[in-house]
């Protein structure tokens, strides 16, 4: 298995005479975890984040399904648990997340690689701090990247398996 994964994102710019179209695509490398990086974070995962899917896993398993579709969870999603769940999670947990992974994205720009995030929390990426989908993107990207083989087949492979479809590329 690769130490890494190319991704492409499309944006949508204003269009332009060299862009008639207006869309145009970043290229990113997604590189797993360092072991330290990965232990911390699994240890966050499971003290933190994982107790959350309890209370969370009842907005989208009905009738004790186990296969879920993002269908059923929007049709099942209550705001009201979803918001009590995500309340449980720290914004220094959070933060905790999205600097470990956005650490170990990389932009693919013509001349070299850009560290999304570099180890100082400086942004190394232009356009990158103030776009928040781009950020949950890369953020799920690298967790799921990293962590893809630890949850596998159980069950809460299967509650996060429709989370990570809703952001991440079909693998």
Do not use: W
């Not at 332009?16 to 970043?26: A, V």
């Not at 560290?115 to 776009?131: A, C, H, K, M, Y």
Request: some cysteine.
């Amino acid at each position: 298995m690769d130490n890494f994964k190319i991704i492409e994102i499309e944006e949508l710019p204003p269009a332009n005479e060299e862009n008639i179209r207006g869309l145009s695509y970043r290229k990113f490398k997604i590189k797993k975890l360092s072991a330290k990086a990965s232990i911390k974070t699994l240890k966050l995962l499971i003290a933190k984040i994982v107790p959350v899917f309890d209370q969370f896993a009842a907005i989208f398993m009905a009738d004790g399904e186990t296969d879920i579709s993002f269908e059923n969870l929007m049709d099942n999603i209550s705001f009201e648990k979803l918001s009590v769940a995500l309340d449980l999670i720290s914004d220094e947990d959070l933060d905790k997340l999205i600097d470990v992974a956005l650490k170990h994205c990389f932009e693919i720009l013509p001349a070299n690689e850009a560290q999304v995030l570099q180890n100082n929390g400086t942004f190394g990426v232009p356009d990158i701090e103030d776009d928040a989908v781009l950020v949950i993107r890369l953020t799920v990207e690298a967790l799921f990247f990293s962590f893809q083989g630890f949850f596998g087949e159980s069950r809460l492979g299967s509650v996060l398996k429709p989370l990570g479809a809703l952001f991440t590329q079909e693998q």
